[in-house]
């Protein structure tokens, strides 16, 4: 779903907004920096989280320019794109960047060099570019941590 806010467009982020059609019982409402999605007919609220396009393909750029070997945090990547306290922000375009077109996000990591819990087949393709993992499986920052 996308919404007009005056400083660029914006899409609210949820299962059932994306590439359906929006129920008439659903309500968008501001509250802080995301919108809340509550459900008249049932009275359950969900937060949801709203990005700015601008933003995302901001991102995406930057992580467009990681090269093959190498991986950047989180906050290195909202860091670059100019919003220092936006790392969570940059996870969720990360976990939604198949709807903005190809981009390598397996490259991008936590601060501890940890792979995103719920994507196992990040783990094989960092292996492939020649990144090892520790027993722990982390990966050595010092070593392959992206460096501008």
Known sequence: MERGTGQGRQ????VFALGKQ?????V?????SCYMVRCIRTSCEKRRWCMDEQFAYLVLEIVAEIPAGKVATYQQIARLAGKER???QVG???SHASFYGDYPCHRVVNHRGETA????????LLEEEGIVF???GRINMRIYQWEI
Not at 11 to 14: E, G, L, N
Not at 28 to 32: A, G, H, L, Q, R
Not at 117 to 124: C, H, I, K
């Open 11 to 14: 899409i609210v982020i949820s």
């Open 22 to 26: 929006r129920n008439k019982n659903t």
């Open 28 to 32: 968008f409402t501001k509250k802080e």
């Open 86 to 88: 936006h790392a969570r």
């Open 92 to 94: 969720n375009i990360m």
């Open 117 to 124: 819990v719920s994507w196992p087949e990040q783990r094989g």
């Open 134 to 136: 520790d027993s722990k």
